[in-house]
C-alpha cells in the first residue's frame, strides 16, 4: 500500500481555453475545488502533461470543432506523450452555443489514441448562442454549473489520490 504526503499528492491538470470566459470560469472552478494545476492550453508542455496524474479538458466548442488552441495543444504534445499516458484518467467540459457535439467527438478521438480514461460523464453546457453578437458576447456561467464543475475537481481529486482511476 502506498501512503502519500500532501506535497506528494497526484496532481492533475485543468487544460483551458476560453473567448469568451465561460470555458475559463468553469475551469478555474473545477481546479480551485480539486487542487489542481490551472493551465492555458496555449502554455501546456509535454512534460506538464507527463507529469500529471490526470486531465481535465475544456474549452469552447468553435464552428463545430474543438477550439484552435485547444487542437493546437493536442498537435504539439500529441507524440512526445503517445505511449507514455496510457490509462490516465480525464473528464471534459465544452462550452457550446448549440450542441457542443462536435467538439467532444473531436476531443474522444484524440484521447482515445493517448488511450486515457474517462472517468466521468462527458459534460456539454449548452449557452444557446447562435446569431454573432451572442456568440461573441461574455458569458455568465450559472453558479449550479460552476458547483458541478467544483464537484468535478473535487471528485477527480479524490480518485486520484485513492488510486481509484
Known sequence: MI??????????????HSRTGASKAMAEAVAEAGGARLVRASDVTADMLLSASGYVFICPENLGALSGEMKEMFD?????????I?????????????DGEG?????????????????????????S????KDILAEKTVEQGVLQECREIGIGLSEGISLGVF
Open 3 to 16: 501512503v502519500r504526503t500532501m506535497s506528494e499528492a497526484p496532481t492533475f491538470l485543468v487544460i483551458w
Open 86 to 98: 496510457e490509462g490516465r484518467p480525464f473528464v471534459s467540459i465544452i462550452a457550446a452555443g448549440s
Open 103 to 127: 467538439a467532444q467527438r473531436q476531443l474522444e478521438r484524440i484521447v482515445t489514441g493517448w488511450r486515457l480514461k474517462r472517468v466521468m460523464p462527458r459534460k456539454i453546457v449548452n449557452f
Open 76 to 84: 504539439r504534445t500529441y507524440y512526445q506523450a503517445l505511449e507514455k
Open 129 to 132: 448562442a447562435q446569431r454573432a
